[in-house]
């Protein structure tokens, strides 16, 4: 009883934003506040690289696609709580672990069906954590979703379902799917906890129809699953004209304010809007929602009428900041295109200035863009996107001028340059800029820590006509050949469907010019950025690229009061950390593919681990695994 | 015995490319790379063995040897761009006893 109350006490404190400082690692992001910020004061620049593997776990839970089972994308965050770890796997598995030595508990399978549904790939971000505050059988709560839209709640110490949630354990939030329901609500992202509430988002595929679910943020009681409200992003009018602008990404939670904050993404279908010509207000923006009641309190739009598929991308990140001299509630949010929007988290106002600048206009059909968009230029963009970046001479070289020939026939003015059929150069890519790894804040300082890609794709409108046979071309069988962030997208009941490629040349070299990925650190006070250096390294068939050059991330750095951070996220199969003064490495180790996932730091029996999920992603390189590697500092002589 | 060293060390240079592109979990294993290494240090291997055998015709021996260094220099360069830091020590060191051997012979040579 001592330890429930111990840990929903810090649970408590690890809510408040300016105060996120916790032994337990409960959330995706580390707390609610989403600063993965972790008071593992003992993980210096001085320590870390005595830093050492604990354990290793293999799940089993991998596949690469090539027989019966698609192929697996694994993000998860793990979660400390209970005194145990928690991981969702991407066959939708539960495993609880024991944090010193990673021997298993006990596993709860969903028994989910292991079809890509929605997604190209079978894909989990991992579980989330309930707990009453008093003792019984379910008091505790380990929940989990699945790609067909059920949500299961285990008891946190045994893995047996709690049989007063839902139906028997297990809540069908597809119940709640009732327009436009072309695909099942898709649950990769664990859902947020707040108090005795769950509030669930969804991912879909908005690449594909014009017409989908309707986007909404749906609350249910932790207890019971029986739905408290249900808040709708898209206008009730243009429902039957479009759709998504969901949630698919982590949220944040100012339980002093009652607030949550969601990243809302963008409507259906992704790269043509001519069906969506009246305003979306909601979509591809920063929402704050009142949790007692699901009214919408205020929105930041940061992309309007969005055709790039540039939707809000990682929960915000809450950190009180000092304005002169006065302590302001803050919300940072990195987005895809690089700006750092950074808002009044109580009403939605920039704390730094935000223009609408004149964007250039479309020449597809039935388009109608917003003659503006809005811009940030402090704190300064992680990406620079005046211009395109430079062509770079070795490429060009290599393919004969490719390169070159290519940057003079795709279009290219700028930021928020539309799709085209002509073709244009997408600046920054589609997968960002910054994703679903968001940024670390030390919120004593209001110090920002985040990684970039710098990756520059090119997207091709196809007239409706002629689409069919452009895929039949493009693939040996006709079938759509669709990834996640690249490849052909029907956008079914639109004039156009896509073609989306990184800007390569045939022998697969990038055509500009490196850093292909970088590590930044911004005082969020002044706007000023500290810093940026490369990070990570590429990789292509195996041989690495220049320290110089960096690499393209998934996955989010976690900063720890001892000032490292700790971050995966390169396509390099490398974890390492960084001395957050500076950006330079002090640690890395090879673990089994890409951690495109946010480690979980955290404090058991006195010592602190760091433990990733290493499970890949093809966005990055087609590796893909099952590991869970678990390290720690050498115990003191 | 220089060409001996070489030799050995070339055979090294195969096994610790072969386990970086067969074993799991290297950081390269299956890619293309590796596999380009792998094929390095055998050809590499196999053209010294030769000359360690004597089975070269005095007219090939000028064209092979340069045939060899060329592909330690470029298999080494290999290894280095995969972080292969042992392949890397043994191209290295393959190279540096066939350099030597033939600086031996042509004093020998000359003497």
């Known amino acids: ?637 | 015995m220089l060409l001996t060293i070489s030799f050995l060390s070339g055979l090294v240079g195969i096994c610790f490319a072969g386990a970086a592109a067969l074993l799991p979990d290297t950081g390269i294993d299956g890619t293309p790379g590796s596999f380009l290494a792998l094929l390095g240090t055998v050809g590499v291997t196999s053209a010294v063995g030769m000359f360690v055998t004597g089975k070269v015709p005095s007219k090939a021996r000028g064209v092979l040897f340069c045939l060899a260094a060329l592909f330690t220099v470029l298999t080494a360069l290999a290894a280095w761009f995969l972080m292969q830091d042992a392949v890397l020590a043994t191209m290295v060191v393959s190279l540096l006893a066939l350099l030597m051997s033939s600086a031996t012979a042509e004093r020998k040579t000359t003497t």
């Not at chain 1, 019971?224 to 898209?234: E, Q, R, S």
């Not at chain 1, 909601?282 to 969005?306: C, K, M, N, P």
């Not at chain 1, 949010?333 to 808002?343: H, S």
């Not at chain 1, 989010?556 to 396509?571: F, H, K, N, Y």
Request: charged content about 15%.
């Open chain 1, 1 to 637: 009883m001592k330890s429930i109350a111990y840990l929903v006490g810090t649970v408590l404190v690890a809510a408040a934003p300016a105060l996120a400082d916790q032994p337990v690692w409960g959330t995706f992001n580390g707390d609610l506040a989403a600063t993965k910020f972790s008071d593992a004061a003992t993980l210096t620049p001085e320590s870390i690289p005595a830093l050492e593997r604990a354990w290793e776990v293999r799940t089993g839970d991998v596949s690469d696609g090539s027989g019966d089972v698609p192929a697996t994308v694994w993000s998860a965050t793990p979660i400390y709580a209970n005194e145990t770890l928690y991981l969702g796997t991407p066959f939708y598995r539960i495993l609880a672990l024991d944090p010193a030595t990673g021997a298993e508990r006990w596993s709860y399978d969903t028994k989910s069906t292991l079809e890509a549904l929605t997604q190209p790939a079978l894909k989990n971000r991992g579980v989330a954590y309930w707990e009453s505050g008093t003792d019984g059988p379910c008091e505790k709560r380990v929940l989990i979703g699945t790609m067909d839209a059920t949500l299961h709640a285990v008891e946190a110490d045994t893995g047996t379902p709690c049989t007063d949630f839902g139906d028997n354990g297990v809540l069908n939030v597809n119940q709640w799917n009732e327009t436009n329901a072309v695909f099942p609500f898709s649950l990769l992202q664990p859902p947020t906890v707040v108090g005795d509430t769950i509030l669930i988002g969804w991912a879909g595929k908005d690449w594909v129809y014009s017409v989908e679910p309707p986007g909404n943020l749906i609350a249910v009681d932790a207890r019971t699953g029986a739905l408290l409200w249900d808040t709708g992003f898209i206008p009730p009018e243009l429902i039957p004209v479009t759709g998504t602008a969901n949630i698919w990404s982590s949220m944040s939670v100012d339980p002093d304010l009652g607030l949550v904050y969601v990243p809302v993404s963008s409507p259906s279908p992704n790269y043509w809007g001519g069906n969506r010509t009246a305003p979306i207000p909601l979509a591809t923006s920063i929402t704050a929602i009142r949790i007692e009641t699901g009214e919408v309190e205020w929105s930041f739009q940061h992309v309007h009428h969005d055709v790039w598929d540039y939707d809000t991308p990682s929960a915000p990140t809450l950190v009180d900041l000092t304005r002169d001299g006065v302590t302001v509630p803050a919300l940072v949010q990195t987005t895809k295109q690089g700006f750092i929007f950074v808002l009044d988290r109580r009403t939605g106002e920039p704390l730094f200035p935000v223009e609408e600048r004149a964007v250039p206009a479309s020449d597809a059909d039935g388009e109608q863009l917003s003659p503006t968009q809005p811009f940030a230029d402090v704190p300064k963009p992680t990406i620079n996107h005046t211009t395109l970046p430079d062509v770079w001479p070795l490429a060009d070289a290599l393919s004969f001028g490719q390169c070159s020939r290519d940057r003079e026939t795709y279009r290219y003015e700028g930021l928020y340059t539309p799709p085209s059929v002509e073709g244009t150069f997408l600046w920054p890519a589609t997968a960002g800029g910054n994703n679903w790894g968001g940024a670390a804040v030390d919120p004593q300082t209001g110090i920002l820590y985040v990684n970039t890609s710098q990756v520059v794709q090119v997207i091709r409108l196809i007239p409706r006509a002629d689409y069919e046979a452009e895929v039949q071309a493009a693939t040996a069988d006709g079938s759509d050949p669709s990834g996640n962030e690249a490849g052909f997208y029907a956008q079914e009941g639109s004039p156009y469907g896509i073609e989306l490629f990184e800007w390569r040349t045939s022998l697969g070299l990038p055509c500009w010019k490196p850093p292909y990925g970088t590590f930044s650190a911004y005082d969020l006070n002044t706007g000023e950025r500290l810093y940026e250096v490369p990070f990570g390294l590429a990789q292509q068939w195996g041989f690495y690229g220049l320290r110089s050059w960096g690499s393209p991330t998934l996955g989010g750095p976690v900063l720890t009061s001892g000032g490292v951070i700790m971050i995966g996220a390169s396509m390099d199969n490398r974890v390492r950390a960084l001395d957050a003064a500076t950006g330079q490495e002090l640690w890395s180790d090879l673990v089994a593919a890409p951690a495109v996932s946010i480690p979980a730091v955290f404090t058991h029996q006195g010592a602190e681990y760091v433990v990733w999920a290493v499970g890949g992603n093809s966005i990055l390189k087609p590796q893909v695994a099952d590991q869970v590697v678990a390290y720690r500092l050498p115990p003191k002589e």
